[in-house]
């Protein structure tokens, strides 16, 4: 099943080549950044080219043998923190869009319904960044804190594949608000006629929210 899902999404999207489009900001990159964009999607097939930046012992293998071996890569300067995410969300454009192209966003319904909802990420009790976000829980009855990520999604509903349109990263003492206009106005320049109705949740009807949409 995986293969075949794999040999799909190679032909439909041309996945590999979009992953070797991946760049980040590092001036003397031991690996490039497609390699971690294969080890962190296990639908990527095209094994990478071996690299070696002096540092670690070369191996004549850098990345994986098919689909479902384990990427041999190793982490490197935080690399997936130094790309810019808006090259990952022309890549999730493309992907949308042809889907779009090929009929998959056909429902029974006489509009089309996108909704925006708020999520977190990457909760950790021992490790931060400046964009982290703060919240005390209860663990063995003595109050820590734990540190995360929360973000505004974006999505169609009422499809039967899930259709996630983009993402915008709430800032430290930011409200969920200000990031939903960032990002609706993204989306709307993007995505404008991929759907007829926004929905959310009661607290955006106010100010900056409104007088934007």
């Known amino acids: ?31 490039l950044p497609s390699l971690f964009g294969e080890a962190s999607c ?15 012992e070369p191996t004549a293998q850098a990345g994986r043998e098919g689909v479902g071996d384990q990427a041999q890569c190793r982490p490197d300067g935080g690399c997936h923190g130094l790309m810019e995410p808006d090259q990952f969300r022309e890549i999730l454009s493309r992907i949308n869009h042809q889907l779009g192209r090929n009929k998959a966003l056909r429902n029974d319904w006489p509009l089309r319904v ?3 909802m708020v999520t977190s990420f990457f909760p950790s009790r021992c490790r931060c960044c400046p964009q982290c976000c703060q919240r005390t829980v209860t663990v063995d ?25 983009d993402v915008e990263m709430i800032r430290p003492g930011e409200g969920e608000v200000i990031a939903a206009k960032r990002l609706l106005e993204r989306v709307i320049d993007r995505y404008g006629r991929f759907f007829d109705v926004a929905l959310a949740d009661a ?11």
């Not at 820590?144 to 999505?155: A, C, N």
């Open 1 to 31: 099943m995986m293969r075949r899902f794999c040999c799909y999404i190679e032909k439909v999207f041309d996945f590999s080549t979009q992953i070797q489009m991946l760049r980040d900001a590092r001036k003397r990159p031991g690996f």
């Open 42 to 56: 296990p639908v990527c097939d095209a094994p990478p080219k071996p690299q070696w930046d002096g540092t670690r």
């Open 114 to 116: 996108g909704s925006s």
């Open 141 to 165: 009855d003595e109050e820590v804190i734990e540190y995360y990520h929360r973000g505004v999604v974006f999505h169609l509903v009422g499809f039967p594949i899930a259709m996630p349109l």
């Open 203 to 213: 607290i955006y009807t106010e100010a900056p929210f409104t007088t934007s949409a």
